[in-house]
């Protein structure tokens, strides 16, 4: 069903950027449990602290863990894993045309009535609760 409207191509472009996703609390446990390191020590290494906001730190235009792919894959954050197929597409279809302009895996051809249709199915078993 996702194949209908989304195929990773792999480009990194999403884990590139000045910025990334932000971590929640969750998503600290769970990295700082597959990199099996104090989570004091991930801070420092790892992550950047702006006010509340938690993000990954970035090291040569892109995140901290990109090397040809995401080296914590099962312990990156829940936004990472969500990327590109966004709820907010289905609320405004200028999401869909500003995320369909930054990520090549998404498919072009598809109406956004149509898109919404498939996204839904997709996304509703993963949602976060
Ligand atoms: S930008 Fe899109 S196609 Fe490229 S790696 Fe990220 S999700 Fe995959
Ligand atoms: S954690 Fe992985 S998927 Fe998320 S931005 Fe970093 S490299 Fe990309």
Redesign the pocket.
Known sequence: MEKKI?S????????HGETTVSLDDNDLVRLVAFLKMPEKEVLRRYLRITGNVVQMKIVDGHCIFYNHGCTVHPGKPWRCGQ??LHPSILTDSNNLESIRH?????KKDVAYDEFCRILKQVIAPVEKK
Do not use: A, I, K
């Not at 990773?8 to 884990?15: L, W």
């Not at 930054?102 to 998404?106: A, D, R």
């Open positions: 989304f990773c191509r792999q480009c990194g472009y999403c884990c990327w590109p930054s990520c090549p895996g998404m």
